[in-house]
């Protein structure tokens, strides 16, 4: 059990930079992630590393510095993250509604 809740708090992290990236259209910087997101820049460099292997993020380089924009496969992760997160709360209320 601590392992799914663990993975879950991880996509919801991965999934909070998508949509911080997503807010910026193709001019997600670093710092402007790490401000959106709330976590350390050093932190960051490593899920933003994850997300580019996983191809939910491209970067480029722009003025000299790395700049981040989601991909179609990034758009459809987000998309399903979505659905299975309202889900998964829907699912939960009707759990505490029948037990008390």
């Known amino acids: 059990m601590a392992t799914t809740s ?3 708090e991880q996509t919801d992290l991965l999934a909070e930079i998508l949509e911080v990236v997503k807010r910026h259209q193709g001019n997600a910087r670093v710092t402007r992630i790490s401000y959106g ?3 350390p820049v050093d932190r ?5 590393d994850r997300l580019t292997a ?11 510095r ?9 758009q459809e992760f987000l998309t399903t993250y979505w659905k299975m ?12 509604a029948r037990w008390p």
């Open 6 to 8: 663990k993975r879950r």
């Open 37 to 39: 997101a709330g976590m």
């Open 44 to 48: 960051l460099r490593v899920s933003l």
């Open 54 to 64: 996983l191809g939910l993020l491209k970067v480029e380089e722009l003025d000299g």
């Open 66 to 74: 790395p700049s981040y924009d989601i991909t179609a496969r990034g």
């Open 85 to 96: 997160k309202a889900f998964t709360e829907m699912f939960e209320e009707g759990d505490r």
